[in-house]
C-alpha cells in the first residue's frame, strides 16, 4: 500500500482564496483523521471520521473550515475564505476503528496565506 | 480527556540508551498509552502502546509504571536517525481519537 497520501504537498494561496486540501486514506482503514499543526499550538485534531460519518469536529476553529468524506477511500478538507492564520500544515491519518488504534499519517499539506 | 507531561527536551549520546518520560496521573483504566514522533519535516509514526504490561518492539521498549500514572519510552541505543519530537498520548479504548500534547525533542549527539 503506499500508505495515506495527499495533495498537494504545498500549497500558497492569497487572503480570502478557498483552498481544498485532499486525502486518500489506506485501503480497508475506517477511521479517518485532520490535523493542523503549526509552532504555536502544536499538533491539533481538526475532526474525525468513522466510517464515513463525522464523529467529533469540535475541533474545526470555525466555520470556514468543512470537511467531507464522500467516500471511504477519499476526503477533503475545505478552507473558505482563507485568512493568513490558517497558514499550517495539515496532516490526514488513517486507522482502523476496532483495532489497536494505530494511526498512519500522510506527509502534510504545508499552507501558506499570503 | 486525560493529558499528559513531558519534558520539552533531551539529549543523548549516539549509541546510548534515552529514557523518554511520561507522566499521565490522570489516567483512567481504559486508556491505552501511545508513543509517537515526529521526524523533521515529516508526519507522526507509530512508534509503540501499551495497556498495563511492558511492550517490546523492534523500535523501542514501553515501561509502564504499576499504578499506570507515568511511562518510559526507551531506546536502547540512540541514532541519529532517532532524532525526533516523541509524543506520549492515551486513548480511551472507546475511541480512536488522539490529543497530541507538546512532546519531548530528542538531540542526539554523535
Known amino acids: 500500500d503506499a500508505g495515506v497520501i495527499q495533495s498537494p504537498r504545498h500549497e500558497v494561496t492569497e487572503m480570502g482564496q478557498e483552498v481544498t486540501l485532499r486525502c486518500k486514506p489506506i485501503?480497508?482503514?475506517?477511521?479517518l483523521f485532520w490535523y493542523r499543526q503549526t509552532m504555536m499550538r502544536g499538533l491539533e485534531l481538526l475532526i474525525y471520521f468513522n466510517n464515513n460519518v463525522p464523529i467529533d469536529d469540535s475541533g474545526m476553529p470555525e466555520d470556514r473550515f468543512s470537511a467531507k468524506m464522500p467516500n471511504a477511500s477519499f476526503s477533503t478538507l475545505k478552507i473558505q475564505p482563507s485568512e493568513p492564520r490558517d497558514s499550517a500544515v495539515y496532516f490526514c491519518?488513517?486507522?482502523?476503528?476496532?483495532?489497536?488504534?494505530?494511526?498512519?499519517f500522510g506527509p502534510g499539506t504545508r499552507l501558506t496565506v499570503l | 480527556d486525560a493529558k499528559t507531561t513531558q519534558p520539552n527536551s533531551m539529549e543523548s549520546n549516539e549509541e546510548e540508551p534515552v529514557h523518554l518520560p511520561c507522566n499521565h496521573s490522570?489516567?483512567?483504566?481504559?486508556?491505552?498509552i501511545h508513543w509517537y514522533r515526529q521526524l523533521p519535516s515529516q508526519g507522526p509514526e507509530y512508534v509503540i502502546h501499551g495497556l498495563t504490561s511492558n511492550v517490546n518492539n523492534r523500535m523501542a521498549s514501553l515501561a509502564i509504571a504499576e499504578d499506570r500514572k507515568s511511562s518510559t519510552l526507551i531506546l536502547h541505543r540512540a541514532t541519529l536517525r532517532d532524532a525526533a519530537v516523541y509524543y506520549c498520548?492515551?486513548?480511551?479504548?472507546?475511541?480512536?481519537?488522539?490529543?497530541f500534547g507538546t512532546g519531548t525533542s530528542l538531540t542526539v549527539i554523535p
Open positions: 498520548i492515551l486513548r480511551d479504548v472507546a475511541g480512536n481519537q488522539f490529543y
Open positions: 491519518a488513517s486507522s482502523f476503528w476496532g483495532g489497536d488504534g494505530e494511526q498512519f
Open positions: 490522570t489516567i483512567s483504566g481504559t486508556d491505552y
Open positions: 485501503s480497508g482503514h475506517n477511521s
